[in-house]
């Protein structure tokens, strides 16, 4: 990607200060010619010095000389007479001509005098030109910051003007500012400026500007990578330059064309140079040529084209006396006008000026007053107006939110006692159960013993029995006792580390008779050999009632699996059988109170209170307990809690 930034620090400042005055291709000339005889015939001195401003403007693009000498006189005529606006325009072309000389620092002094006299005499449009000028000089000595505050501020004063014509080019030099930028918002901004510019140009049909806005469209082009599109605009603006005598543009326009080539590495590159140069000697440009000619006399060495390179060394000496020619001139030119007598001028001017911006100021401070007076009667009166109609509104709120808030907690409380009643229900349902099995044995044993209907030791053996399956019941209702405490008083949980393998163990040595009874098979999985956090009295509740349910529900013979599988910092374990699997509408609901003793899935008594109070236990162990029919046949109740560190010595009991 190639971009128009190189080609502006060999020619700094200058293209953006072309002029603006409305003329095609062909009224150049004849613009010029009428505008010296009118300059014979006018005895108007400010006339005079109007005709001397525009006649330095048509020559600025095309011979740079005459612009020069026609500024100066300008000047001189409007200090003279004391004509500020023509004064004014005066020091603005004299800052244009020495920046195409170039002299950049006699430049600034002549915009920053422009600017003042500007200012002095309330003229925003030479304002706006004379900061943007200036902004460019700041932009070429590398002070961003500054250069972009000048712009901005420029663009702010010509919005104000509705000058269209001068808006034309500052839009463009706003371009030239902020076109680099690497925000996205500035890119467009940049874009829309020349944009806006391109059109003013074409309504005004600014033959010139026309012109100028394309070379930085051309610059628009490369810069989105349509480098044979720019290439063509800009060899566009070239020929259309020369045939209107817009020397500079040529100048400017082979200088694009030359750096495009060169980093392409076309031969051609060479050709658009020597133009350049030979229309920056035809219209007074030579100044700007230095690197050019510096370039083509390090080429024409390197060919050992000797001829060519006196000639260019020539130019070199030729460019250096100018610049000295020019700074001493310039600065002689510059201490004329700043004597004691512009001084006193200048001093009583901006006094007058002063003198008006604190009357407008006083005008707008009462009128300011006024409206903010009225502003902060009807800001009172609509403040209570609102406050009033919010108050009302708050209390309708208010009243609606707290009897909306007192019914759900009606409904809520109405549902808690249902689930609560129920609970409770199946609760006793549970313990009556469980502890009429052991009673009824007891009882049956001892009529068979008293009616001597067995043998002592028959029923020593049916005794044993009972009194396993009693041991078996009253930890059950330990278990149901203490999960009743932790939810009627406060709940301190302190677990410890226990082997899966230990406790699921201890618990089938506990219902060993269950298995027995059924000719169950129990396999523990070595995987059970991991150790987990947990409460002995809650895990082993969770235990014996899953072990308990997986003999219940199992077949004769079939056999029941416990593995355990640990995934990061937790420990599964799962028990599962081979019995008839869980109802799939029973399954959602297994562990909530909500569950039905009408479930037709497997049944048993009590067996729902339990499985709440085991997923109860395991939520306070900071654990997760489930349940899911296997793929074949039979269930799977699993739960998970934290896996106990290596180093943690794990309690088998």
Known sequence: MFELV????????????????????????????????LLQQVRDSTSYVDVLNRLTMLYQACQLDSCGRYANEAMQVASRQHYTTGLTVALKNLGSYYAFKPNRYLSYLFYNECLASARESGDLANEAMALMNISIYHQYLGQRADAVKMADTAMAILNKTGNDSIRTLVLANYYSIHYSDTSLAARTAAVDALEEAAVLAVKYNDYRQILYTRLFKANELQRNGQLNDA??????????????????????????????????????????????LEYALKGGYLGLMRPTVMQLYANSMAVGDTGWADYYAGLLWRILEQERAVKKDGATIYMNFASADRQIDSMRMQHAHQHRLLHKKNLENIYWRYLLIFLLAVLILLTSLLIHVFQIYRMSRSNSRKLAFMQRELEQSTAQMRVNDDFKNKLISLIAHDFRSPLNNIISISTFVKDDTISPEDARDMILQVDARARNTLQVFDGILRWMKTQLTGFSYQPKPYLVKDLITTTANNIQHLLTDKHLQLVIDESTNVAVYADFEMIQFVNRNLLHNATKFSASGKKITVTATRKGEMVTVAVSDEGSGIDPAVLPGLFSVEQTAAAKGRKGKGAGIALIICKDFIEKMNGVIGAENNAGSGATFFYTLPLATVNDDADNR
């Open 6 to 37: 190189p080609y502006l620090k060999k020619t700094p400042l200058v293209l953006l200060f072309l002029l603006f005055f409305f003329q095609d291709s062909n009224a150049q000339q004849a613009e010029i010619v009428r505008a010296k005889t």
């Open 231 to 276: 290439m063509q605009l800009i060899q566009q603006v070239v020929d259309s330059s020369k045939t209107s005598g817009l020397n500079y543009l040529v100048v400017y326009g082979d200088l694009m064309l030359a750096g495009y080539k060169t980093a392409l590495k076309q031969p051609d590159s060479l050709q658009y140079s020597r133009e350049a």
